[in-house]
């Protein structure tokens, strides 16, 4: 160090201070360690017949029902609003996009009281819908469904949006100029130019979708059998049958992985 | 088959007259258009001017993609926009190809399906769309390459599959945006002979707009020169490149300029110094060109017949392949253009100083 010229401590050679180095390696303890320890205790001589327990098996097939069909609600309503957003102007856009994208930041737990509110049996589309056609959401499997696209639309919403900013807009001119309608410069240009956008929107929807807790147990309960999934069937094992805990929470981490490594150019691109 | 015009798609217009008729205003950001054009069936007319002048923005007020404030756009018989009357045909309504700087071909299609994009738009069906655009593709020479995504082909490859992409719907109106300014020196000198042909071939009117006087020059049949968003020459190629009106054309095609005020046979430049003309054919004020090939340089005062003879310093030096340009400043700023050789004898560098001498014949003058 003191044989260094001057000046060379700000250098690109020189590396980064001390203090930089320690906190930045303790941050990375605190996001990996736990990870590292729920794999060494996830118990993989069992797993065949912890699998083959009924309520694990029961909520392993309601998450992925559930979270499928959340990602298709999610597709179908969050890429016509995420159009909307990228290419339209109207009054108040910005509050609007942002109460659009809220639930990313907001507890689920608040989502799921908000739900309750809204669908509950009292609530303000509740009450008229059950008043109409018998029909009731709240702690039903649909309500698993309902809780999931609640917190999950706004990540495809937002991955598309910015797919659809990057685009070139000059194509759809050129589109444009050679007869083809909006309907048509969507459906042919837009979309499949989008569906890099679209594929990493629905990987982020959909592993959000699986992952929900706090909006699902407030808004549709904890029902082994019928609204209990996966994230659910964590928390109560741990205490009733540990190991068949860490398994499924292993099998979440695989998942959310796998969905990394699908997304790598788009999140572990460090250039 | 594009000599006559394509029944098979609708909405077209009728005839072969598809003579272009426009007066274009509009205001855009600071640029204020106003430009009124003409193109006959056939004809190529080249738009050419500096950065800014409202090239592009015409293009895109004809094609429909901008809206005009004022004056219309007439295509054969059929008013394609009046803002008067409230008409505006959508760029999908009009027929016109477009060749856009960047190509901006898709991406995800194919070069077959890129040409095939407008006629399955206009509603021919999809067997009978990718026939038409195979002939097509062949016809600009890229038989074999159908399959191939753009981003597979070169910039000249990607040039033609956009001609052939505007000029497959059989467009009543053809703009091209500086076809060749993507592409490099090399590809530049095949991709004029080719569009050439194609231009040549096409029944309706071109508008091609560039900033390279050789590309207008060896294209159009007119040229359109626009500064600051208003026409200041229209002329035929050959006369642009002898006697053109504006500053800025007559540095594009290599001349030395002036302006000034003629008197008797004298032309007092606006900075004072004084060219003597053989032949006075107006008065007050002038435009003037001298070659750069008529410039002579000396390493002492010439003696004879020069009327012109000033003491000038060496500034720069653009060595061509063949001849060097030689920039000079002194009372009147001058570029000479000498041989290789005679940059040797006269031991040319920047800094040095010459006699420089023009002849009286040599100055070419018009009246503004």
Redesign the interface.
């Known amino acids: 160090m003191s044989d260094r010229p001057v000046g060379s401590r700000s250098s690109a050679g020189a590396g980064p201070p001390r203090s930089v180095v320690v906190l930045g390696v303790v941050g990375l303890a605190v996001l990996v360690v736990p990870l590292f320890a729920l794999t060494l205790r996830t118990p993989w001589l069992r797993s065949g017949t912890l699998l083959a327990d009924p309520t694990v098996l029961s909520a392993l097939r309601l998450s992925l029902t559930s979270s499928f069909a959340a990602l298709a609600i999610c597709t179908v309503l969050g890429v016509p609003l995420a159009l909307l957003f990228a290419r339209f102007d109207f009054p108040g856009k910005p509050f609007i996009r942002a109460l659009a994208v809220l639930p990313m930041v907001l507890p689920p737990v608040v989502g799921g009281v908000g739900l309750l509110a809204a669908f509950g049996r009292r609530g303000i589309i509740g009450r008229p819908l059950e008043q109409l056609t018998g029909i009731t959401i709240p702690f039903t499997p649909a309500a698993t469904v309902l809780a999931a696209t609640f917190v999950a639309m706004p990540f495809l919403v937002v991955a598309i949006e910015s797919g659809l900013r990057l685009l070139d807009h000059r194509l759809e001119d050129a589109a444009a100029t050679l007869g083809a309608d909006r309907w048509t410069i969507l459906r042919r240009v837009v979309l499949p130019m989008l569906a890099p956008s679209l594929a990493a929107g629905m990987a982020l929807a959909w592993a959000r979708a699986l992952g929900e807790f706090g909006a699902t147990i407030t808004f549709a309960g904890n029902m082994p059998g019928r609204t209990q999934t996966m994230p659910l069937a964590v928390y109560l094992e741990l205490e009733r049958n540990p190991e068949a805990a860490y398994l499924l929470s292993f099998l979440l981490l695989a998942v959310s992985v796998t969905v990394l490594v699908a997304l790598r150019d788009r999140f572990l691109n460090t250039s | 088959m594009s000599t006559q015009p394509d029944h098979a798609i609708a909405g077209r217009v009728d005839g072969t007259d598809r003579r272009l008729e426009a007066r274009v205003c509009l205001q855009l950001g600071s640029l204020e258009l106003d430009v009124r054009i003409d193109a006959a069936p056939g004809e190529v007319v080249a738009v050419v001017g500096p950065n800014a002048a409202g090239k592009t923005t015409l293009l ?1 007020a004809l ?3 901008v809206p005009l404030s004022g004056g219309h756009i007439r295509i054969g018989s059929q008013v394609v926009e009046d803002p008067a009357a409230r008409l505006r045909l ?3 309504q009009r ?4 060749v ?1 700087q ?1 190509h ?1 071909l ?3 299609l194919s070069a077959l399906e890129n040409v095939a ?2 006629l399955r ?2 509603g021919v069906s999809a067997a009978d769309a990718r026939t038409r655009a195979g002939t097509w593709l062949e016809r600009v020479g890229l038989a074999g390459r159908e399959r191939a995504r753009p981003a597979a082909l070169s910039g000249g490859q990607s040039q033609r599959v956009a001609l052939a ?1 505007a000029l497959a ?1 059989d467009p009543d109106l053809l703009l091209l945006d500086e076809p060749m300014a993507a592409l490099d020196v090399d590809a530049r000198r095949a991709v004029r002979r080719e569009l050439k042909r194609h231009l040549s071939d096409f029944a309706g009117p071109t508008l091609l707009i560039t900033h390279e006087p050789l590309e207008a020059i060896s294209l159009a049949d007119r040229v359109v020169v626009l500064e600051a968003g208003r026409v200041v020459q229209d002329d035929t190629p050959a006369t642009i490149a002898r006697r053109p009106r504006s500053n800025w054309a007559a540095r594009l095609v290599g001349l030395n300029h002036y302006h000034g005020r003629l008197e008797a046979h004298t032309i007092i430049l606006d900075n004072g110094a004084r060219l003597t003309i053989a032949e006075p054919v107006a008065t007050g004020e002038v435009m003037a060109v001298v070659h750069p090939r008529a410039v002579a340089l000396h390493p002492e005062r010439p003696t004879g017949s020069p009327r012109n003879v000033w003491q000038a310093t060496v500034d720069a030096l653009d060595i061509h392949h063949d001849h060097v340009r030689v920039h000079l400043e002194g009372p009147i700023p001058i570029v000479a253009q000498v041989s290789a050789a005679s940059l040797a004898d006269l031991d040319l560098t920047e800094g040095r100083t010459v006699w420089v001498a023009v002849k009286a014949t040599e100055i070419d003058h018009w009246p503004l």
């Open positions: 895109r094609a429909g993609l959508s760029p999908q027929h016109v190809g477009v856009f960047q901006l898709f991406p995800h994009f407008g738009a206009r992409r719907t």
